[in-house]
């Protein structure tokens, strides 16, 4: 009975771990989508349909990756309590780098949506999720307007340089799965031709 029930929870701590990966890499989409619309949104000069199109796409997809951030979190908050539940973290250097590093991701992520979502509030337009608008938390203030700007601004480019930081820390786990998954395609390709 013992046994089964471990195995049980390996199993879902296995899928609960495949789910984060899901999210990592869906929202790493997002990521390069809203750096993409954002720059079209910040150079407003263009006209026509991008003119209109893109302020719609960053609000949705940063809504979108919002609400994405909020189901990893809680994802990742589980995972974490099962791993740390029999034992406390071993503090090593690489241990507090990588906690530093993922703390700082989760800080940007979270405060670049928001702060682009109060300039809206506070510029006194509606953000919209796929075409429906969203509530307002603020009322229109342009005292606040300079401050949000400059913070979505800025907490994006400095997580742009973290999700850089990023890349090249584990830069070495995503070649040796590439070539793992490159290998086992080969694998399989070759079986079908046999």
């Known amino acids: 009975m013992n046994r089964t029930t471990a195995t049980e929870k390996l199993k879902r701590q296995n899928t609960a771990f495949k789910s984060l990966m899901i999210l990592h890499w869906l929202m790493a989409a997002f990521i390069f989508l809203l750096f993409l619309t954002g720059v079209f949104v910040a150079h407003f000069s263009q006209v026509g349909l991008l003119a209109r199109l ?6 949705s997809f ?17 995972l974490l309590r099962y791993k740390y539940s029999r034992r406390s ?12 590093l993922h703390s700082s991701l989760y800080f940007f992520m979270l405060i670049a949506p928001l702060s682009g979502f109060f300039l809206r509030n506070f510029i006194g337009l509606d953000t919209t999720l796929l075409g429906i608008p969203l509530p307002s938390v603020f009322v229109s203030d342009d005292r606040w307007v300079e401050l949000t700007r400059d913070s979505h601004f800025w907490s994006s480019y400095i997580f742009l340089v973290f999700i850089f930081l990023h890349v090249l820390t584990y830069w070495k ?9 490159f290998i086992d395609l080969r694998k399989a390709s070759s079986k079908k031709e046999s």
């Open 54 to 59: 893109s302020p719609f796409l960053h609000q």
């Open 173 to 181: 786990v995503v070649w040796i799965n590439v070539r793992r998954r």
């Open 62 to 78: 940063g809504m979108l990756f919002l609400m994405l951030l909020i189901a990893r979190i809680f994802l990742l908050l589980r």
């Open 89 to 100: 973290p071993k503090v090593t250097p690489n241990w507090l780098k990588a906690t530093i």
